[in-house]
């Protein structure tokens, strides 16, 4: 029996003792009480799952069809955390921070309110995601690396069911950087893409593509250019930690001196398209030109969550405030 449970929840969970506290800690109420019979280990006991499969089918009958199930969480230190086909494929981890009002998009207040901001920013985190799971499939696995800790059930409603979470570490932003990229790629990842979560833009053809060159034989680094002359994603196949430092990071300079320390390293460097990070509110104005402007293209603005989310705000107090029109 408790092997037939591991077998039928080994998608969230490593199948130990530590791992069945875990489940019955975060999967959401309608489950939560669910016929878990021990806390101890669970080496030679007997454990019931027909209760646990009737919560589960009573919580996919109400309301979305879909059950609501708490990610799961990569540790780190522990190996063989990501099934054997999977061992050699690409993560591609979007860097994100809970969307918290107050705590997120700051700089976009004003003209956004902080609740506004906040919204914006959990549609971002939507939108990136989709198209990471655009991508998705045997060689490519949908990570989220997240802060803080204690916060994981907020994304059970953000991101979608098949998402793993990474706890972030470090102090400033170079140290969380290289924190992910040494702890996806001791996790099992053959190669590793760290995706800002402030460019709702980008198509997922570009994700793909940076996998794909993170696939070829040999070692090098994929950036992909941010107009503010940063990065929107950075792919590696090593630790090279050396990529985070001396970096003046929130600077016009950080793509730059990140391609001096590739050069420093004998490292190549691979170019995706060019792309631009929404932080701020000349950026926010070119964002409702793109998504919003009656002659754009719907390849080039498709109907996306942060399109809604801008249109429906327009449409109940016009657009004087966040995308006033050019004299």
Known sequence: MVAGWRHAFGKWLPGTAEGHRFFRQRI?????????????????????????????????ANGSGRTKLAHRILDPKLIEQIGPENFRGCALAVMTKVPRTGHVKTRLVPPLTADEAAALNTCFLRD?????????????????????????????????????????RGDGFGERL???????????FQSVCLIDSDSPTVPSRVYAEAANMLSIRGDRVVLGPAD???????GLKQDHR?????????????????????AELDLEVK???????????????????ELLNPNAKDQVAPETRTRRFLRELIEREGRDRIWPATK
């Open 28 to 60: 959401r109420k309608p489950v939560h009480g669910a016929a878990m019979e021990a806390d101890q280990n669970l080496a030679g006991r007997t454990l019931s799952v027909r209760p646990l499969r009737k919560s589960l089918n009573a919580l996919e």
């Open 128 to 168: 990136t995601a989709a198209a990471i799971v655009e991508v998705s499939g045997k060689n490519v696995q949908d990570i989220a690396v997240y802060t803080p800790i204690g916060a994981e059930e907020t994304y059970i409603d953000i991101l979608p069911d098949n998402f793993q979470l990474v706890p972030q």
């Open 228 to 234: 503010d002359g940063g990065y929107y994603l950075i």
């Open 242 to 262: 050396r990529l985070f430092e001396e970096i003046d990071w929130s600077t016009e300079r950080v793509l730059e001196q990140t391609m001096q320390r590739a």
């Open 271 to 289: 170019l995706l398209p060019a792309g631009y990070d929404v932080d701020d509110r000349a950026t926010l104005r070119r964002l409702c030109d």
């Open 178 to 188: 290289a924190a992910a990229t040494e702890d996806l790629l001791r996790i099992g």
